[in-house]
């Protein structure tokens, strides 16, 4: 699949989009590895979102980028840009939905120093100023 | 060899996950980690489609990324009003008088 415009152009320049997606797809999976640890390891549930959003951001991201250089001038490559968008989009919606529940529920954030028990009682009912 | 090494760290951090999700104490750890483990499995799924040969992964890729979306916001909307057909919204469910809402 790669050896697909081998034919006409020079190896060297093959070389350099292998090490462009070497570099991409090891950061991408380095982002989401250290989010999963960050999931796995982090206080609360407001910090752990802190995590989620860096699986959900720079390692699919980057991760997608690598795969798109790979896949070159195709089909492959227009479908995984498709993705990157819709994850663009799409992330930060359901991130804000979930901290939207939390509020609402009123669940408090413990690794802020929120450890008013009062203050906290009455945001829940008190919705935004829109 | 740059596919298997990105397939094996996502099945890493999709184990991590797993481990956040059986140990997580609220409903909202829970729903956190399946978004998490869905954007994943949307990459995991394109890279396997690479390391196969496959091309026709990048469209179930795709479709999981919809999915996944849709179904955080389904489960979040489920627990919070316990209905589904429910307009969402506290002052459209107060001011909007519609047919099934006999309990406000």
Known sequence: ?130 | MMFIAGTAGLAAAIILGLVRALLGPTLYDRVLVVNSIGTMTVLMIAVLGFLMGRPEFMDIALLYALINFIGTIAVLKFFRYGDMARPGGRHIAREGGGEGDADD
Do not use: C
């Open chain 1, 1 to 130: 699949m790669p050896g697909k415009a081998a034919g006409k152009a020079t190896p060297m320049i093959n070389v350099i989009l292998d090490i462009v997606s070497w570099i991409l797809i090891l950061s991408g999976t380095f982002f989401v590895v250290t989010g999963a640890i960050g999931l796995v390891r982090l206080p609360d549930v407001y910090t752990r979102m802190h995590g989620a959003g860096l699986v959900d951001t720079l390692g699919a991201a980057l991760f997608l980028a690598g795969l798109m250089v790979q896949g070159g001038f195709t089909l492959i490559s227009v479908k995984l840009g498709l993705i990157i968008v819709l994850l663009f989009f799409t992330s930060p919606t359901s991130s804000y939905a979930l901290a939207n529940a939390l509020r609402s529920q009123g669940v408090r954030a413990q690794a802020a120093g929120e450890d008013l028990p009062e203050e906290k009682a009455e945001e829940g009912s008190t919705s935004t100023p829109s």
